[in-house]
């Protein structure tokens, strides 16, 4: 017979909630004191907090600020381009969905249910001509839920969609956006846009995901490079690692915002933006290098024998081999990484452009009367930023779980 408490596996039974609140907040008179004293202090803050957003605080400077926090001065006639691309982003989430399930489910659910919320929200979504733009973009907003839910039946007929193909269509997806926001010249169709009206939510999320995307197999390039056998590769990596690493993300949007046009020829010029997501990559690939190195290290030297033992190669050894592992153990350290990076991004405003935080200084600045509200305009622009981290966090935590990092 199976131990009280225990099931009929020999497994310990899942405490009911009687008995992890009695084990863990009432245990002892001490921590019962203790659990009643924290109740009251979260219940007064949340009475305070609740009390100044929704009755003491003024919000106008950012109901009537929408359009610049989300996309800058993108001019009025062109912001369908953003629509398509977030609708774009709708259908790819919903096939991500179809194929991959788990954590990319509840984002998919998450972006239909936030967009189709949006198109009920009782301001005007679009101050700027309101009255023929905010029902189109509340339409617009609504159809998001229809594209993620299309994209999840397409997805769900075998062999029409799969991982390989997701994963190919998403980068695609990356280069379509910065053709649709920058536009062709002589094109009547998409004229083109100067970067210098990119701004706000658009902005930051383009520094950081190109980061992301273009730093990530940089620093595995370096990573690897610098525990070559060839002194060459293996001191040229060292270099550009610690050269970048120890200097602040500051000095490197200069060097690219200042420096870098003196060393091109003069028919030869980068655009501003171009240039600090380039900085941002080099200065990412540097520590995802170091991070993805950890992994490397990580590794017991019994799998390279053994990879040796079956007749692998050196490449195949890494590829299949090494580098799998590696990147699974330092998952926790990459996602830190690209959250740091996302944050990061409010530097830009050192070298000129506007993006979320800039925004926010720059709608305070435009009205004499909003000079007080800058509590409001910098707790919305704050919890923007945790809504995009903390989904990166728990996806981060889900991966994990579904890995099994940490466990034996």
Known sequence: MSAPGQVGSGLPAAPTIRQWLRRNLFNTWYNTL????????????????????????????????????????????????VGTILAMVSFLMGLSWGVWGGTVRTFAIALAVGSAAIAFVPIDLYPVNSDRLDPLLRL??????????????????????????????WLISLVVTIFLL????????????????????????LLALVGVVASFPIGVLLALGRQSSLPVVSIFCTLFIELVRGVPLVTILFMFSLILPLFLPPDIRIDRV?????????????????????GLQAIPRGQYEAAKAVGLTGFQTTA?????????????AIVGQFIALFMDTTLAIIVGLVELLAVGKAVLNANVEWLLLDKEVYVFVAAVFWVFTYAMSYASRRLERTLGVGER
């Open 34 to 81: 203790l659990t009643f004293a924290s109740m009251l202090l979260i219940v007064l803050a949340l009475k305070g907090m609740s009390s100044w957003i929704l009755v003491t605080a003024n919000w106008t400077p950012v109901a009537q600020s929408l359009k610049l926090f989300a996309v800058g001065q993108f001019p009025v006639e062109q912001v369908w381009r």
């Open 140 to 169: 617009g907003f609504f159809s998001n839920l229809g594209l993620v839910a299309l994209g999840y039946l397409v997805a769900r007929r075998r062999g029409l969609i799969t991982g390989r193909r997701l994963v190919i269509s």
């Open 182 to 205: 920058r536009g062709f010249q002589g094109s009547a169709a998409l004229p083109p846009v100067e970067t210098g009206l990119w701004g706000g939510l658009l902005l930051t999320f």
């Open 274 to 294: 171009l240039r600090a997501m380039m900085a941002m990559t080099f200065f990412a690939a540097a520590y995802m290098a170091e991070n993805i190195r950890g």
């Open 320 to 332: 299949l081999i090494v580098l799998p592992q590696a990147l699974r153990a330092v998952i926790p």
